[in-house]
């Protein structure tokens, strides 16, 4: 019987314990496992390994983000898998949209690394179609707003005023104002109860996409 050949697969995480983590799961999984911390220690890794798949964190701090390392793989290693390991409970919440990513990328919860069979199955699925993964369920309310409605929450959770945002975004404070009104309507927060409203869409942002970074 012949023997099922291992592939290579390509963990670019900035936390040494989440690498480690999955890094032991995957082995065990039946892939080669290679780990590098930043995105251009994650070339020479690639360059050394031909991955068939690459699991990327999204935000590796200095040295590249995982979307552009993502490209450069995409370009450089034609049919890699590509995988983003993410906070998020979706791609918009991390600020970027799904249009950012290279064809076909999908996306794991770190939440859910500790399910090692939910991630081996992901992995598996991305080798064999190519087709967007996605390990874990996104919140409806999140699903439901739009990609600008969740750019404006998450400047709102960045804690920036109307004015602020409108200016960010080339529009007026009455734009802003009404995107909000419309953003409230659609996460079905009562505006007549005894509730701030802009303080519970920030609540409801940050319980499910944590806090995001000022910029």
């Known amino acids: 019987m012949a023997?099922?050949?291992r592939r290579n697969l390509l963990i670019v995480e900035d936390e040494p314990m989440v690498a480690a983590l999955l890094g032991?799961?995957?082995t065990v999984g039946g892939?080669?496992?290679?780990i590098a911390g930043n995105a251009l220690e994650g070339?020479?890794?690639a360059q050394r390994c031909d991955p068939d798949v690459a699991v990327l964190d999204i935000n590796l701090g200095h040295g590249g983000s995982g979307i552009e390392l993502a490209h450069v793989?995409?370009?450089q290693f034609p049919g890699i898998a590509i995988i983003?390991?993410?906070?998020?409970p979706d791609i918009r919440t991390a600020g970027y949209s799904p249009s950012d990513l290279p064809q076909h990328a999908g996306y794991i919860r770190k939440d859910f690394i500790s399910d090692s069979a939910s991630v081996i199955r992901a992995i598996e699925d991305a080798i064999s179609q190519r087709q967007p993964v996605r390990a874990a369920?996104?919140?409806s309310w999140l699903d439901a707003l739009t990609s600008t409605q969740l750019q404006v929450l998450r400047l709102v959770a960045q804690g920036y005023t109307n004015g602020e945002i409108a200016r960010r975004r080339?529009?007026?404070?009455r734009a802003v104002e009404l995107l909000l009104k419309s953003i409230y309507a659609t996460m079905q927060i009562d505006v007549s109860a005894n509730l701030n409203p802009r303080v519970e869409a920030v609540r409801r942002f940050i319980t499910e996409a944590g806090t995001p970074e000022r910029q």
């Open 3 to 5: 023997l099922i050949p």
């Open 24 to 26: 032991e799961a995957l």
């Open 31 to 34: 892939f080669d496992v290679h």
């Open 43 to 45: 070339i020479r890794q």
């Open 73 to 75: 793989l995409d370009r």
């Open 84 to 88: 983003f390991l993410t906070k998020h």
């Open 137 to 139: 369920a996104t919140p």
């Open 170 to 173: 080339n529009t007026s404070a």
